[in-house]
């Protein structure tokens, strides 16, 4: 790992270090899911309690990385403009995302996405997701 | 019963200014003070109790206390976003029903237009213990898009279009030309409203709100005050407040906290939508009014847009007069806080001192309601209904 990456991760795990595993697997390209082994279900965002349960026995489990648009935004007044959006994940939970590597118009409910991984404000890679034109359907 | 219609309302004041460049926040948190009280016949000596939300400077009920020389006995500085005067009012009722104080201040001001934040477009400053930061961080999710997104949902889920809610702003519009105050006073038709820009797909610059100076404030007191004062009696029936979280992202984009917190004030006013004669509805965006109205029980889900396109929100002749000093969507909404001026417009009302334009008919029974901070990511939502006594 890049030392600037590693630095990246240890100050976002500074403040909140119970996600530096989220980081880690994120800067290798894993998309991790924070999922409750007592319920059984991931939830997003990442907690250290369940929010559907409140059990604190939490697991990082590999995310399929797939999913459909739930709602899309296209921040218009954005130089330039980009896509705000929830994508509802084939494994449950909708989490607030970009949709990026696609044509801003031509982005609609229920389009299938997967998971593509750009890097964020801190350098970190950070989960956005792309049309998934291999998908079925 | 926490409420149990033994807290009155007995001063409301909205600050005129819409741009306050030359008048600091504490300054202008004092000036809404003093007009409350002035407006109930009360001074800051009269004052034990002191509730204000994160507006306040140090966004804690202590500097202001301090600046205003307060002495206090019960202090409330709960922040739930743009409706925290309205948990106020209820936790004030609370407060009072309680013992813990008998006249009880709520301020609430801001000057987000000179200070230059246009918080639609922008994000807002970064919480670095927000867990949820490092996200939001690199998504971008400004209040435009992420409003543009239940929007979309909404239109998805139930066909509900741009000129319905267009009708929103239009329907604001034409109250807001009787304010002298209102920062846009001018009507709009729908046309005028589809016409402006998109600022984020789903939102229109119409379906946004004003950014504006100002604030308000009132005050509450127990019956025994309100009647020895010669204001009209007007007092809380029924209070809800909530946060509506995020669920773990099991979520459902086209519903809000409106849903439990005016379930909790309906059940306790025992009163039902049908027996509102007046609502202010906060109106950050055109779709919030949409979604509150269906949550809320004065339409079904999915049926708000259809509601409001018949005109139903526009007063002398529609179904449920809303808003009727213009709104967030062309009168005020000061610190980008919406809460209060619902509160205030719900007041005058009820005393029968709205524009006499736009004065409901024997209006004895009203509800002011809204949400906090943004939706999508937990948003806080508070409902009062207030009645004439
Ligand atoms: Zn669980």
Redesign the pocket.
């Known amino acids: 790992m890049p030392d600037a990456t590693s630095a990246a991760i240890d100050a976002l795990a500074a403040r909140h270090p119970e996600m530096r595993p989220f980081w880690e697997a994120a800067a290798e390209g894993r998309f991790v899911l924070a999922t409750?082994?007592?319920?059984?279900?991931p939830?997003w965002y990442p907690r250290s309690v369940?929010?559907?349960?409140?059990?604190t026995?939490?697991d990082w489990r590999a995310a399929s990385g797939r999913g459909s648009i739930y709602s899309v935004s296209v921040a218009r007044r954005a130089d330039p403009p980009y896509a705000l959006a929830y994508v509802t994940l084939a494994e449950g939970p909708t989490m607030m995302t970009n949709i990026v590597d696609c044509d801003l118009d031509a982005l609609a409910i229920g389009q299938p996405v997967r998971v593509i991984f750009r890097p964020g404000p801190t350098g970190l890679p950070i989960p956005m997701f792309t049309p998934d034109r291999g998908a079925d359907g | 019963m926490t409420v149990n219609r033994q807290a009155y309302v007995v001063g409301a004041f909205e600050h005129p200014t819409r741009n306050a460049p030359d008048r600091s926040v504490a300054k202008l948190h004092a000036e809404c003070a003093l007009g409350a009280l002035a407006d109930a016949g009360l001074t800051l000596a009269d004052v034990d109790g002191y509730f204000c939300a994160a507006d306040a400077p140090g966004a804690n009920p202590l500097w202001m206390a301090d600046y205003l020389n307060l002495k206090l006995r019960w202090l409330d500085g709960t922040d739930s976003g743009g409706c925290s005067y309205l948990v106020h009012l209820a936790h004030a009722a609370a407060a009072i029903a309680a013992g813990h104080c008998n006249v009880a201040l709520v301020t609430l001001a801001g000057r987000p237009r000179s200070e230059g934040l246009s918080i639609g477009t922008q994000m807002r400053a970064a919480d670095p213990d927000r867990p949820d930061e490092p996200f939001d961080t690199a998504y971008r999710p400004t209040i435009a898009a992420v409003y543009g997104l239940v929007a979309r949902r909404h239109m998805h889920e139930y066909g509900t279009t741009p000129e319905q809610m267009a009708w929103v702003k239009v329907s604001a519009s034409r109250h807001a030309q009787h304010n002298p105050h209102a920062f846009l006073r001018k009507p709009v038709t729908v046309e005028d409203v589809l016409a402006s820009p998109v600022i984020a797909d789903g939102i229109r610059r119409h379906d946004c709100c004003v950014i504006t100076d100002g604030g308000g404030a009132v005050v509450v007191t127990r019956p025994e005050i309100a009647r020895s004062l010669d204001r009209p009696l007007v007092r809380l029936a029924g209070a809800g407040e909530t946060v509506w979280t995020q669920n773990?992202g099991y979520i459902d984009a086209t519903r809000s906290g409106a849903e439990r917190s005016g379930a909790l004030a309906f059940a306790e006013a025992g009163v039902t939508p049908g027996d509102i004669k007046y609502a202010s509805i906060y109106d950050n965006f055109t779709i919030m009014v949409l979604i509150q109205l269906e949550d809320l029980g004065f339409s079904a889900k999915g049926t708000a847009g259809r509601f409001a396109a018949e005109g139903n929100l526009i007063a002398g002749q529609g179904r449920l007069p809303w808003n009727t000093d213009g709104g967030g969507l062309c009168n005020n909404h000061p610190a980008n806080r919406g809460g209060m001026t619902k509160l205030i417009e719900a007041v005058r009302q009820l005393r029968g001192e709205a524009h006499p334009a736009l004065q409901v008919a024997n209006c004895d029974l009203a509800l002011a309601c809204g949400p906090g901070r943004v939706m999508g990511n937990g948003h806080g939502h508070a409902t009062v209904i207030l009645e004439r006594e």
């Open positions: 409750c082994t007592a319920c059984g279900r939830h369940c929010p559907l349960c409140g059990s026995d939490i | 773990g």
